[in-house]
């Protein structure tokens, strides 16, 4: 292991036996972590937590939620309606459904909704009651989130393990793509919403099958839709994720809104990578399973540390960084 992943474990370690504020000191250093200042990337001013309800084992109510959030300094929030993209499987916690206890919770906690998942199963965005269900409840609340769309399920051949095999197929998967997403953002425009693709996995997890969907949706005369970078979805689809982020992040920096993130130490050189480009945007952390409000301030935690050592000296050693 080497000397950054140990001082990894060293963070975690003083984080789960109670050493819960950002002035931990390192074991083999008096240097401490400190939280990003405010204004930059990684500031907690700057963080939206995401995917915290479904697999809460606590099974917090949305007042519970908004609460535990406000109370950790999270002032953004996005919202996953379930983890199953079929809506077949149970989640731990369904309180989430109810659209508008959800945003009343967070808007009476100062809580601002900065993106909302859609699980767009259909070619026919109109088709599915749920979308204008939850337009109308933005339009009631008077709030605008990025919304978030991922790879369609609507039919077999559009399952995460099916990649086209032939140009045709690609050119038809890119064509049927596009063609959904442009229904939608017909759909949202009147909302003043904004559509932006999510690259959650599968065929529409690979960065240039979105680019060309975006290229696609300009010769449809669509020049407003974004990307959502997840650097966890990417670290799946790409095993040699680190070796190809700098010429994969200068191709889509144009169009990212936001980047989600597991905190990891295997990111460190990439973030630095998006930092140093000049990139602003909003940035999410994942909160996936157990109790949500410990998962929190772990990932909160883990940011802080990489922080720290972005504020370092670039070094080797950190290009070479794996898990413990």
Same mark, same amino acid.
């Given at each position: 292991?080497?000397?950054?992943?140990?001082?990894?474990?060293?963070?975690? =370690?003083?984080?789960?036996?109670?050493?819960?504020?950002?002035?931990?000191?390192?074991?083999?250093? *008096?240097?401490?972590?400190?939280?990003?200042?405010?204004?930059?990337?990684?500031?907690?001013?700057?963080?939206?937590?995401?995917?915290?309800?479904?697999?809460?084992?606590?099974?917090?109510?949305?007042?519970?939620?908004?609460?535990?959030?406000?109370?950790?300094?999270?002032?953004?929030?996005?919202?996953?309606?379930?983890?199953?993209?079929?809506?077949?499987?149970?989640?731990?916690? =369904?309180?989430?459904?109810?659209?508008?206890?959800?945003?009343?919770?967070?808007?009476?906690?100062?809580?601002?909704?900065?993106?909302?998942?859609?699980?767009?199963?259909?070619?026919?965005?109109?088709?599915?009651?749920?979308?204008?269900?939850?337009?109308?409840?933005?339009?009631?609340?008077?709030?605008?989130?990025?919304?978030?769309?991922?790879?369609?399920?609507?039919?077999?051949?559009?399952?995460?393990?099916?990649?086209?095999?032939?140009?045709?197929?690609?050119?038809?998967?890119?064509?049927?793509?596009?063609?959904?997403?442009?229904?939608?953002?017909?759909?949202?425009?009147?909302? /003043?919403? *904004?559509?932006?693709?999510?690259?959650?996995?599968?065929?529409?997890? *690979?960065?240039?099958?979105?680019?060309?969907?975006?290229?696609?949706?300009?010769?449809?005369?669509?020049?407003?839709?974004?990307?959502?970078?997840?650097?966890?979805?990417?670290?799946?689809?790409?095993?040699?994720?680190?070796?190809?982020?700098?010429?994969?992040?200068?191709?889509?920096?144009?169009?990212?809104?936001?980047?989600?993130?597991?905190?990891?130490?295997?990111?460190?050189?990439?973030?630095?990578?998006?930092?140093?480009?000049?990139?602003?945007?909003?940035?999410?952390?994942?909160?996936?399973? /157990?109790?949500?409000?410990?998962?929190?301030?772990?990932?909160?935690?883990?940011?802080?540390?990489?922080?720290?050592?972005?504020?370092?000296?670039?070094?080797?050693?950190?290009?070479?960084?794996?898990?413990?």
């Amino acid at each position: 292991m080497n000397s950054m992943a140990t001082k990894f474990v060293v963070i975690i =370690t003083a984080f789960f036996v109670g050493v819960l504020n950002v002035s931990v000191i390192l074991a083999d250093s *008096k240097r401490s972590i400190e939280a990003a200042p405010a204004g930059s990337l990684w500031a907690h001013d700057n963080l939206h937590v995401w995917e915290v309800a479904n697999r809460d084992l606590n099974k917090r109510g949305p007042d519970e939620r908004a609460q535990m959030l406000k109370r950790l300094g999270i002032r953004h929030y996005a919202y996953l309606s379930r983890q199953d993209p079929y809506g077949k499987e149970p989640d731990i916690n =369904t309180s989430q459904l109810v659209i508008d206890a959800e945003i009343e919770a967070m808007q009476r906690n100062g809580l601002d909704i900065r993106a909302w998942y859609f699980w767009l199963n259909t070619d026919d965005p109109k088709s599915d009651p749920n979308v204008s269900k939850t337009f109308e409840a933005f339009k009631r609340y008077h709030i605008h989130p990025q919304v978030w769309v991922p790879q369609s399920h609507a039919q077999a051949e559009m399952a995460y393990s099916v990649f086209p095999k032939t140009p045709e197929e690609q050119k038809q998967r890119v064509i049927r793509e596009a063609e959904r997403i442009r229904l939608f953002v017909k759909l949202a425009e009147p909302y /003043g919403l *904004k559509v932006d693709l999510y690259n959650h996995g599968g065929w529409f997890g *690979k960065e240039e099958n979105e680019l060309d969907i975006l290229d696609r949706l300009k010769e449809l005369g669509v020049t407003n839709v974004g990307l959502v970078f997840n650097f966890a979805h990417a670290s799946y689809m790409y095993t040699d994720l680190q070796q190809v982020f700098a010429q994969m992040w200068r191709r889509i920096k144009p169009y990212v809104v936001a980047v989600n993130m597991d905190v990891n130490p295997r990111y460190l050189e990439m973030l630095r990578i998006v930092e140093d480009s000049g990139w602003k945007g909003p940035v999410g952390i994942l909160a996936r399973g /157990g109790d949500t409000d410990v998962d929190v301030r772990y990932n909160l935690a883990a940011l802080d540390f990489l922080a720290t050592e972005l504020r370092r000296v670039p070094s080797q050693e950190a290009l070479h960084t794996s898990l413990p």
